[in-house]
């Protein structure tokens, strides 16, 4: 069994226009079977310092340790983060800024990638940081209505062609039981 096989029963309440004879409000119940959710509120933001998090010792050391300037400190950094960050997260499942964020790499099956997929994932997030743009409008007593423009970096279309899950920690065990339910 595959995490994007799995399905999880979801039942919606919707209220109709009808009321019992208590005044209550009669709710019709729907199931439904809706694909497994691995990814979690606030992913994007996370990923995203937990990328920054890996870059940082690898700039330090360009920079200090081996004199670079910092515009090749921070060139060097990527490929160094894309190999060691392959490498532990085959081994561990992780990197020290997903460690931070308590977050781990797993495969279709509910496992640490291999090699190959976790290099392949990593090679893609270079590619990964495209942006988008979205309006969002604000009230506020003292300034009226404003309009704001924002950018957020999606960083979901490496781990959907590598068919990889980025999950926090504590999700693993559930999906784990999911797997095993299923089998």
Known sequence: MRISELKERKI?????????????????????????????????????????IDMIPFFLIFLFIFKQAPILSFLFSIP????????????WGTTLGKRIFRMIVIDDFGNFPNFSTSLKRNFLCL???????????????????????????????NNKLCK????????????????????
């Not at 919606?12 to 729907?30: K, M, P, Q």
């Not at 495209?130 to 979901?156: C, N």
């Open 127 to 157: 590619s990964n940081f495209y942006p988008s743009f979205s309006e969002y409008t604000t009230k506020d007593v003292a300034f009226g209505t404003q309009t704001h423009f924002r950018t957020d970096l999606s960083m979901h279309m």
């Open 12 to 52: 919606v309440r919707r209220a109709t226009r009808n009321f019992d004879l208590g005044g209550n409000r009669i709710y019709n119940e729907f199931e439904y079977d809706l694909p497994f959710k691995a990814d979690f509120s606030g992913s994007e933001k996370q990923r995203e310092w937990a990328k920054i």
């Open 80 to 91: 160094s983060v894309v190999i060691l960050g392959s490498v532990t997260e085959t081994v």
């Open 164 to 183: 990889t899950y980025i999950i926090k920690e504590i999700q693993l065990l559930k999906i784990k039981k999911l797997l095993e339910e299923k089998k």
